[in-house]
C-alpha cells in the first residue's frame, strides 16, 4: 500500500491528451514539491517534472505537472506511442521524515 | 556527464548481510544530498534511505531501520548500503539516485540499479 495514490492504468490514443492523477495527504503532497518520474520497462526511472510543475532541459512541454491541496496530476498532451511507460509521483513527507511514492500507473497507448 | 554506477548486488541468505556501493561522477559529488531506491520485481519503486550532502543527517524507512546503514565518502565520490539480516522482501533492485523524493532542485538521476536477490 502506497502512501500517495495513484492510478494502476491510463490509456490513450495518439494525440489525446492523458492526465494521471496522485492524491496524498497535508504531511506529504500538501506540504512537499512533487516530482514525477517515467520508467520505461527494465530501465531506471528519469526525472519528468520536479517542483510540482517544473520541467527539467530535455523534456517536451507536452508533459506538464499542477498541484491542488493535497493531490497533484501529470499531463500529457499530444500522446505519441513513445510515451507508454510508467509514471510515478514522488514527495517528501514531514510526518514518516522520509520519501514517498505513488504506487505508479502505466500508461498505454492504444 | 552524469554518472552513477551501483555495484554489490547478488544472491544471499535470509539473515545474510551484502554491501553497495555507487560510484559517482561527472559532477560536484560532496553538494548533492543522495538516496537509496528500491523496486521489487513487478513492483513499483520505495524510497529507502537518504543522507544529506555532508553526511550529516539520515533518514530510512521505517521497514529497514536498525537493517540498513546508508554512508558516504566524498573524498572517493562513493556512496554505499550496508546491509543486514536481510529478508526475503528486501529483494529488489537497488538504485542509487541524486536527490530525494520532493526535492526542488530538479537535479534528480539515477543509476541504473543493482539486483540483490534474498532467499529463504
Known amino acids: 500500500q502506497s502512501v500517495l495514490t495513484q492510478p494502476p492504468s491510463a490509456s490513450g490514443t495518439p494525440g489525446q491528451r492523458v492526465t494521471i492523477s496522485c492524491s496524498g495527504s497535508s504531511s506529504n503532497i500538501g506540504n512537499s514539491a512533487v516530482n514525477w518520474y517515467q520508467q520505461f520497462p527494465g530501465t531506471a526511472p528519469k526525472l519528468l517534472i520536479y517542483s510540482d510543475n517544473q520541467r527539467p532541459s530535455g523534456v517536451p512541454d507536452r508533459f506538464s505537472g499542477s498541484k491542488s491541496g493535497t493531490s497533484a496530476s501529470l499531463a500529457i498532451s499530444g500522446l505519441q506511442s513513445e510515451d507508454e511507460a510508467d509514471y510515478y509521483c514522488s514527495a517528501w513527507d514531514d510526518s514518516l521524515n522520509g520519501g514517498v511514492f505513488g504506487g505508479g500507473t502505466k500508461l498505454t497507448v492504444l | 556527464e552524469v554518472q552513477l554506477v551501483e555495484s554489490g548486488g547478488g544472491l544471499v541468505q535470509s539473515g545474510g548481510s551484502l554491501r553497495l556501493s555507487c560510484a559517482a561522477s561527472g559532477f560536484r559529488f560532496r553538494s548533492y544530498a543522495m538516496s537509496w531506491v528500491r523496486q521489487a520485481p513487478g513492483k513499483g519503486l520505495e524510497w529507502v534511505a537518504y543522507?544529506?550532502?555532508?553526511?550529516?543527517?539520515?533518514y530510512y524507512v521505517d521497514s529497514v531501520k536498525g537493517r540498513f546503514t546508508i554512508s558516504r565518502d566524498n573524498a572517493k565520490n562513493s556512496l554505499s548500503l550496508q546491509m543486514n539480516s536481510l529478508r526475503a522482501e528486501d529483494t529488489a533492485v537497488y538504485y542509487c539516485?541524486?536527490?530525494?523524493?520532493?526535492?526542488?532542485?530538479?537535479?534528480?538521476?539515477w543509476g541504473q540499479g543493482t539486483l540483490v536477490t534474498v532467499t529463504s
Open positions: 543522507i544529506k550532502y555532508d553526511g550529516s543527517e539520515k
Open positions: 539516485a541524486r536527490d530525494r523524493p520532493g526535492s526542488t532542485s530538479g537535479t534528480s538521476y
